[in-house]
Every structure is written in C-alpha cells, then in structure tokens.
C-alpha cells in the first residue's frame, strides 16, 4: 500500500508542462521591432535578430507591428509540421492533466479575438493553452523575460518533466540552465528548424 506522499510524488512526476515559442516556431511571421533613437528609426528587426540584439545607449524599441493583431493574421504562415505536433500535444494534455502554454517574447496584441482567431482557423485549440506574453514583463532580453515566466510555472512543484520548442539557440540555452535549479524535473530542449523538424538539445 503506497502513502499519500507517494501518491502524490507519482501523481506529479506523470504531469507534464509543454511550453511553445510563436515566431519562427509555430507561424513565420513577418512583424518587425523598431530600434529607435532621437525618435528615428535606426534599425528593424526580425524575431530572431531581436532574441540575441542588444540596445546601445540611447534607444528603444517600438514594438507597433508586433502588437498589430492584423499584421500577424494576414501574414503569418502556419509551419505545418510544428502545428500538428502542438495540436496532438494539447489534445493529449488536456486528457492527462498535463499543461502546456504559450510563451512568446511579444507583448500584448492591440486586438486579443483577432490574434487568437489565427490560431483557432488553423486548428490549434488554443482556448485550451495560455499565452504568456513575455514582452509584457521589460526586463531585458527575450530570453531573461522567458526565464522568469518559466521560474513561475516550475517552481510550483507541479510537473515531473517539461518539454521546451522554441527556434532561439539563445532562449534553449537559457532553458537548459534552469536545470539545476530544478534537479527533480526531467528537462527536453527542442530547437525548431524552419522546416518544422527539430532537433534535441
């Protein structure tokens, strides 16, 4: 006869937490951030020049197509193969008690039913999955705005095991590093490749 504790213990380590990148992971996108300095733009970038850029004295960025609901319903253009592996994996999370989310470096979307119906036409249920929007949080880089909501998930305790896609280098290192912090935690790294296929970390 097994104890509470170790009911629970097996209870946890048989939950998992799924967590999947936008840009360049799920849809190729086409927004671009705005380097900005003097109130002129100085450079743009796409999203993964944006993951490992750093600002030089003086600017900002001005995130207005990355916040455009508009901009990503038209242009972006579903990666098949990485759709179809989030679709089964919800779908089998939702059946498990496991969890999977959303975590993009974007900021809020200035219209939230027209960002998430891009989602729904292509299938993904994505009612069943939270978005967190890292580009809400201003703490630096994607990748620190990342570590911290993931902090937030897997200190909890709750998950035996997480599995981590996203086509940054700079972002699966920073989820490789959260490691040893969490050592009771199975750790899998995904780095997506334009193609939609992936390759373990």
Do not use: W
């Given at each position: ?86 679709k089964a994996i919800i779908k089998r999370a939702t059946a498990k008690g496991s969890k999977v989310i959303i975590v993009t470096a974007r900021s809020d979307f200035h219209d939230k039913e027209k960002f ?86």
């Open positions: 006869m097994i104890t509470f504790q170790q009911y629970i213990t097996e209870a946890i380590s048989d939950r998992g937490l799924t967590i999947f990148d936008i840009d360049e992971t799920l849809f190729m996108t086409k927004a671009l951030i705005y380097v900005m300095k003097d109130s002129k733009v100085v450079k743009k970038l796409n999203n993964q020049d944006y993951n490992t850029h750093k600002l030089q004295p003086g600017e900002t960025y001005d995130y207005r197509e990355f916040k455009d609901a508009e901009t990503f319903a038209k242009t972006s253009v579903p990666i098949t193969k990485m759709i179809d592996r989030a998430l119906n891009t989602f729904r036409t292509h299938g993904i249920p994505i009612d069943d999955v939270y978005i967190e929007r890292a580009g809400n949080l201003g703490l630096g880089s994607a990748s620190k705005n990342k570590r911290f909501i993931l902090h937030k998930y897997l200190r909890k305790g709750a998950y035996g095991r997480v599995r981590f896609f996203d086509d940054s280098m700079a972002n699966i290192t920073m989820f490789k590093s959260l490691e040893k912090k969490y050592p009771d935690i199975k750790f899998y790294a995904y780095l997506v490749k334009p193609d939609g296929s992936t390759k373990k970390v």
